[in-house]
């Protein structure tokens, strides 16, 4: 049977801690983590930190990070009114929380609504689709490869780490917007 570990005598819990202040915290390589590591980043919410890009006639898509070690990508997709991102096929993970409206998807049985989360895996293709007149937005963080098909099954597309790089670029040199290194992890 699994048991819970238990602080120091006398020490405090994880969820107990929480002084106001910056601790110093002992480091057993100190030197080598100060030179090599990646600070955090942050993306406010103007156009010039990332403008939301077209993405077809009734979306848009605001991204948010690109790990190009990962094929991983973070970005906030916004339907504006009700209609249909194409079947598509993930080859990673995808995990996304509704933000705005809702959504769903052909394939399965649930709706997606303001602060619900949902995980999506790597092997069949599905359909997003958004039956509200507002429309949607969610956040999505994912990984790998989407697979785009046409309504006849066909393959169209493939939407990767490269792929949105390429979709928030374009718009940026177009409309006189930086590039927002904040982006890329
Ligand atoms: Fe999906």
Redesign the pocket.
């Known amino acids: 049977m699994a048991t819970q570990e238990k602080p120091a005598l006398g020490a405090k819990t994880a969820a107990e801690a929480g002084e106001y202040k910056i601790v110093d915290v002992p480091e057993a390589h100190k030197e080598v983590i100060d030179r090599y590591v990646r600070p955090g980043t942050f993306v406010g919410l103007s156009d010039m930190d990332s403008p939301w890009v077209p993405f077809g006639d009734n979306a848009a898509i605001r991204h948010l990070a690109f790990d190009v070690r990962n094929n991983s990508y973070c970005n906030i997709l916004w339907i504006k009114s009700a209609g249909v991102i194409g079947t ?1 096929k ?1 080859r990673g993970m ?1 995990w996304a929380i509704g933000l705005e409206g809702s959504f769903r ?1 052909l394939e399965y049985d649930w709706v997606c609504h303001p602060g619900e989360f949902i995980t ?1 895996f790597p092997g069949h293709a ?1 359909t ?1 689709v958004t039956d509200d007149p507002d429309g949607m937005k969610a956040l999505f963080w994912m990984q790998g490869a ?1 697979e785009f098909y046409d309504e006849e099954g066909n393959f169209l597309q493939t939407l990767d780490v490269w792929w949105f790089i390429e979709h928030y670029e374009t718009y940026c040199r177009a409309n006189n917007l930086p590039i927002n290194p904040q982006l890329y992890l």
Do not use: D, K, M, R
Request: charged share 10%.
């Open positions: 598509h993930h995808v998807y999506e599905h997003l989407n």
